[in-house]
């Protein structure tokens, strides 16, 4: 299970590159934000992991919107009623998902998860929706229903890169399970979320769509999302967005916070009953996302070709100054390791650095930083075979490698 990714502060625009790069060094050498920050309101328990707590400068893409003053328009009190209803007949069909440290507690209490989410069930068998990061990596799942008792679960499908996971929950026959809409919202719609933030269990929050099919700022998370008005927070990821008629169109996933006023913009996955994502889910598809197993401090993924060069300069990498993605770790066993990358090592006492390799191009396209090869990397899947461009010691070289799924880096 997963704990923060978090929203912008300023935009690249707004700052030239040498002061923005002094900052994202200001911020790496200090452990402060830099940039932008986004989360996903999911777990924020001891499995945390380190992709989730990321501060990168914002993208500005919208998507599908209406005019942002009339969009941000406030829930009225008619609309409020209707939603304050539904909550109360959804409220039972919603969960709170678990990570418990002892196995077999479905029967029993989970006095301290290792993290905390939701999920919300989608038919009389059981079946229940949730984002993949709330379940990711955790071995000892239980599903609490309102009546606050557990059942265990398990998972059948899942697509990584558009972070949902269907499961299977144990409940009794009987249990209510929500509708799903039959076609996609509209923009200005009212929206229901029923969540678990900050262990409060099956609360409401309301609010009003603000855009559809929004784009992704950063590789990790799902493109195509649902822009919505509620604040949510972590623990509510995997809950469900519910239209005025008490249909889900879709699952929670992550959250941006911009501006001094930490003003929260929430995203969701759409789901509609003909979803070909839910029926590849059905038939127990389990997508991973493709990895090499390299990483690099957040604050440094999206440096301009000048804010390489300057950092470059500032932490005396000797990078040299064709600018490209370079990173700090590669995951023991990874391809990257096999295939014998090597990683910029960054001195803590401001003595000079140990430099690495810098990836220039994926199967020939230029990249400029680590975003974009995270970017280029997830236009592949696990299994297929691409050519990296690296530059090492002002040397070009070409590396062949084969990407594999993130679960099987993390569990090497």
């Not at 700052?15 to 452990?31: D, K, V």
Request: charged share 20%.
């Amino acid at each position: 299970m997963t704990g923060e990714r978090t929203g912008p502060h300023t935009t690249p625009a707004q700052q030239p590159g040498r002061w923005r790069a002094a900052l994202l060094l200001a911020a790496l050498l200090t452990g402060l934000p830099a940039g932008s920050a986004q989360t996903p309101p999911g777990a924020g328990g001891a499995a945390a992991q380190t992709r989730d707590a990321q501060d990168f400068p914002r993208r500005d893409y919208q998507g599908r919107a209406s005019n942002t003053k009339a969009s941000r328009e406030k829930i009225s009190v008619q609309e409020q009623g209707t939603l304050d209803a539904l909550y109360t007949r959804l409220r039972p069909a919603t969960l709170r998902i678990e990570d418990c440290p002892t196995p077999g507690v479905a029967a029993g209490s989970c006095a301290e998860p290792d993290g905390v989410g939701t999920a919300f069930l989608i038919s009389a068998d059981g079946l229940a929706l949730t984002a993949y990061h709330v379940v990711e990596g955790a071995s000892n799942l239980v599903a609490v229903t309102a009546d606050r008792k557990r059942y265990p679960l398990n998972v059948v499908g899942f697509d990584a890169q558009n972070d949902v996971a269907l499961l299977r929950v144990q409940v009794p026959a009987g249990t209510p399970f929500f509708p799903l809409a039959g076609a996609a919202p509209s923009v200005r719609d009212p929206a229901l979320v029923i969540g678990n933030g900050d262990g409060r269990f099956l609360r409401s929050k309301t609010g009003r769509l603000l855009a559809l099919d929004t784009a992704a700022e950063q590789a990790d998370f799902p493109s195509g999302t649902l822009k919505l008005t509620a604040e949510l927070i972590p623990g509510d990821s995997g809950g469900p967005v519910i239209n005025a008629r008490g249909e889900v169109v879709g699952v929670v996933s992550y959250i941006s916070v911009q501006g001094s006023s930490r003003r929260i913009t929430s995203y969701a996955v759409p789901v509609t009953s003909g979803s070909a994502l839910l029926a590849d889910l059905r038939r127990g598809v389990q997508r991973d996302v493709p990895v090499i197993g390299v990483s690099l401090p957040p604050a440094l993924a999206e440096l301009s070709e000048d804010e390489f060069r300057e950092v470059n300069r500032q932490l005396r990498l000797g990078l040299g100054t064709t600018a490209g993605a370079f990173f700090t770790t590669v995951a023991p066993g990874s391809p990257a390791a096999q295939a014998g990358l090597k990683a910029t090592r960054i001195a803590s006492n401001g003595g000079a650095g140990t430099p690495g390799d810098v990836v220039t191009a994926v199967n020939g396209k230029r990249i400029f930083n680590f975003s974009d090869f995270q970017f280029a990397v997830r236009a592949f899947r696990p299994g297929d075979t691409v050519t990296l461009t690296v530059v090492r010691e002002g040397a070009q070289r070409t590396v062949k490698l084969v990407l594999v799924g993130r679960q099987e880096v993390r569990s090497g």
